[in-house]
């Protein structure tokens, strides 16, 4: 796609995005959310207002329509994945609850005193605590995986660390502070070939790339629908049928079972046995129309075009600016769409203060990475992350901003 | 709401060339105060003589907003009787929350150079950080009198 085309489409696909047009603002905080196009929107309202009752329970015709509709979504997920069947996806409200739901069940029915379980520096506090109280649980050890100043997870780096006592190893596809995409395959792999299973965290790779759980074989994968164009409060957990079948639950209540009775319960088969409670329908029909949204109206192939153009444009004036330090990775091809600095002696919310006056909205602090903070040997960062719908301009505008901060602090003057 | 009001010259000078960011000598009090959203940490340390703060600084790390907060605070309580500091600790903290008259904005002289903040709900607890930490040792100090 030539560069005209593609300004032409980012144009084109901005006018989806009813916020995008409320605020005069350079959004670059995708990573922590995205915003949300009207085709989902509307999709949600269509929902509520034509089709809603509670589904996988009443018999009557409006009942099944809701069904159909978050069995569509969950289809629509699983394909999306390419996982080899519909059953293997669990709706969650966002990636942290699939987390937990599988240190939970699965950590809880496979972690004995002595195993070990291996976690990523590179991890979202989320991919971090729940392993870290399921080992405390199971009297198990929490092992660290490094990665390379780059942000890179290596099989090297797995290897020194993976023996026959690990169960599970769980890493990040993309990390939300380095923004590199890991080549996860070998270590999965190398995992297996040791006996463990493998959990992805898919926050930051899913929205952004075309992901599929049967070419990375991994065991499970997480992802949240927010950081994809889908409303909050949905999420989803990629788990092989086999695994997930024999997993127990991790939620028990309404519409988990298939028979409860005083003395004797049956549990309802995967996925159902893991979505305890009336669902996110609503939500689940926002996720869908989202994932619809991205394979119709944009594409991956777009997507990583038009984020990899404006990671370039900011890489490279970084670079030519004076007391600013890019976190990981110098080459603009290892960020996906994610950049994280530091601006010599001003602090990340300082810097995150004065370029919201300057109506650009970037992040500052841990990032929910504080074991990463540590390893990298910072306190905090800022980091500006796009989505397709952001624009060149906005790119500028973010560098124009960040130029003056160190002045508007008193420095280098 | 602009920069030129928000990050003025008297917290970015303050933040640059503390006065009074370093260790005190055998303090009466040192407290740890933490904020978690940002990762500000300061440690204060008091001198307290006769009910008179006789001295007074801070070390610690964090945003331009929470270090040049607590450094105009000592700056405006060294000499002070733990009374008046208190009661310049609730005015700070009102005007913060956007409640305090014109007549008590004066009285915190550089301080009410922060007065601003109190539009930036997301920094809020940074300028704050100081004094929170600073009425806790005070209050301590009025409960041994």
Redo the contacts between chains.
Sequence with gaps: MDTQTRIAKVDRLRADFPLLGEWDLAYLDNAATTQKPVQVLEAVKHYYEAENANPLRGVYALSELATERYEEARALTAELLGAARPEEIVFTRNATESLNLLAYSYGSAHLKEGDEVIVSALEHHSNFLPWKAAAERAGAKLIQLPCTPEGELTAEALSKVLSERTKIVAMTQVSNVMGRKNDLRPLIDMAHAAGAVTVVDGAQSVPHMQVNVRELDTDFLVFSGHKMMAPMGIGALYGKYELLDAMPPFLTGGEMIETVHWDRIRYAQVPTRFEAGTVNAGGAVGLGAAIRYIRDEVGFDFIEAQESALVKIVMDGLSQMEGITVIGSQKAEDHKGIVTFMVD??????VA??LS??KVAIRA??HCAQPLMDFLGV??TCRVSFAFYNTEEEAEAFLRALGKVRG????GK | MGNSTFYNEVLTDHNMHPLHKHDLENPDYVLEGVNPSCGDEISLQLKVEDGVIKGGSFVGDGCAISQASADIMIDLILGKTVEEALSMADSFLRMIKGEATEEEIESLEEAGALEDISHMPARVKCAVLGWHTLKEILEKECGKQ
């Design positions: 002696d001003v602090h990340p919310h300082d203060s004065i006056t300057e602090g841990h306190k905090s508007l602090m008193g420095y």
